[in-house]
């Protein structure tokens, strides 16, 4: 907000300052003409621009030296203002000849005032963008009672009538209270909704931050996933094979060499699998082939390196997803292969894909030894707590069925929207 109100205070000194300018060379070229038409008839009753000239001369220098403005603070603007405001009244006050006939008295009195009510138009309109509305009041009520004091002073000193003046500062004060009210109302409208804006801005700036703390955490949780399904597999199994070789290295050596050399074999393979995983962080499988023909290569890849019989139904094509869908959906899958593979020693693996417009189920089964199921079983496997993450994480609904020698069979079902892809539910 204080950003703003300094931009718009240096926007509302270059206006005045633009006013000020113009006046002044308005002013200038007035004295220039009256130098080739000295003895003009109508000249003899406007007023000399030798006033106007040095005010708007000093003026335009106050408003153009920081140093004042910064030590006079606030009332370095209502100074300016004032000055503005008061010059003109005191210059048509003082233009009047009393030693020429009442007529032409009267007649520039009368002119004089129309001046007037130009010269003070852009001040009028500086004050009601500025401040509040009882100053609008307070400049128009004051301008109209030096105006009267003045003309009621011409009047008592030259005998003549300058009521009608009067009614032209009469109308001038009620124009200037309409034009005032109406600045002033559009003036604050504008700054409501600058308020507004701003608010609406740091709650953008607020959210922005908010999801990228978000979109960091599941980043994190996403490699803590790849990390388990690469290197801890690997990790567990050799820190279990390297403390049964430290038991029999003395008892029995050769069977410790023999488990050793398995332990090295067990360490290159967890060595090949960290690196096709973080080759695979990107999921290149996805982005060449899509989510379809990616599961069919993955389950095909798995049934050869575990050995067993692969049944298939997996369509060539799905509906397109978002790019982050189709990451989980595959990941959930690869999961679930990697487990049968490595824990379940089955012999037959279903892979099983429909879809259509409104929905999408997944289902990998296996005929392996399976395990006892139930609503703790994430809590000590990773990798079937990640599968979770991962449904939750797109509004899908993961189902793990599985009994001891009756296989295992996860399930990820999940609806479709036509117009924005996925039902985040």
């Known amino acids: 907000m204080n950003g703003y109100r300094l931009e718009s205070e240096s926007g509302f000194l270059s206006v005045f300052r633009l006013f000020v300018g113009i006046r002044l060379i308005f002013s200038a070229l007035v004295l220039v003409v009256e130098q080739y038409i000295n003895n003009a008839r109508i000249l003899r009753i406007q007023a000399s621009p030798w ?19 910064i030590k006079l603070g606030k009332a370095y603007l209502p100074i300016a203002l004032l000055v503005a405001t008061v010059g003109p009244i005191l210059e048509n006050f003082f233009a009047v000849d009393l030693h020429i006939t009442d007529e032409v008295t009267q007649v520039r009195a009368f002119a004089g005032q129309w001046e007037v009510v130009i010269l003070l ?57 309409f034009i005032g009210y109406v600045i002033n109302r559009l003036s604050a409208e504008q700054r409501e ?66 488990m050793l050399d398995h332990s090295l074999a067990m360490t ?42 692969l049944n298939l139904d997996v369509p060539e094509q799905v509906p397109e997803l978002d790019p982050d869908v189709e990451h989980s959906l595959y990941r ?33 089964s296996d005929n392996g030894r399976g395990f006892r199921d139930g609503p703790d079983i994430t809590e000590d496997h990773f990798g079937l707590r990640g599968m979770r993450e991962r449904a939750e994480s797109i509004g899908a609904r993961l189902a793990i069925d599985s009994q001891p020698d009756k296989g295992t069979t996860v399930r990820v079902s999940m609806e479709v929207k036509r117009d924005t892809g996925v039902n985040l539910r």
Not at 211 to 222: A, D, F, G, P, V
Not at 344 to 355: E, I, Q
């Open 193 to 258: 909704q600058n308020a507004l804006l701003l608010q609406a801005n740091r709650q953008l700036a607020n959210s922005a931050k908010t999801l990228e703390q978000l979109t960091i955490s599941r980043e994190r949780n996403r490699l803590a996933r790849e990390l388990h399904d690469t290197l801890a597999h690997s990790l567990s199994a050799l820190a279990v094979q390297l403390e049964a070789i430290r038991s029999l290295w003395d008892a029995d050596p050769k069977t410790a060499r023999s």
């Open 51 to 69: 006033p106007s000239i040095i005010e708007a001369a000093l003026l335009l220098g106050y408003l153009s030296w920081p140093w004042l403005r």
């Open 332 to 364: 959930i899958a690869e999961e679930a292969l990697r487990n049968t593979t490595r824990h379940s020693g089955a012999d037959l693996v279903t892979v099983k894909m429909d879809c259509d417009e409104r929905r999408i189920d997944l289902s990998i």
């Open 268 to 309: 290159r393979d967890g060595l090949n699998e960290a690196r096709r995983s973080i080759q695979s962080l990107r999921t290149a499988p996805l982005e060449d082939l899509g989510l379809a023909l990616a599961i069919r290569n993955l389950a095909a890849s798995q049934a050869e390196r575990g050995g067993f019989s």
């Open 121 to 177: 138009l852009v001040p009028l309109i500086l004050v009601s963008w500025k401040y509040r509305t009882w100053v609008i009041g307070a400049y128009c009520l004051g301008t109209a009672a030096l105006d009267g004091i003045l003309t009621l002073t011409l009047t008592d000193v030259s005998g003549i009538n300058l009521w009608p003046v009067m009614s032209v500062v009469f109308f001038r004060t009620v124009m200037y209270l």
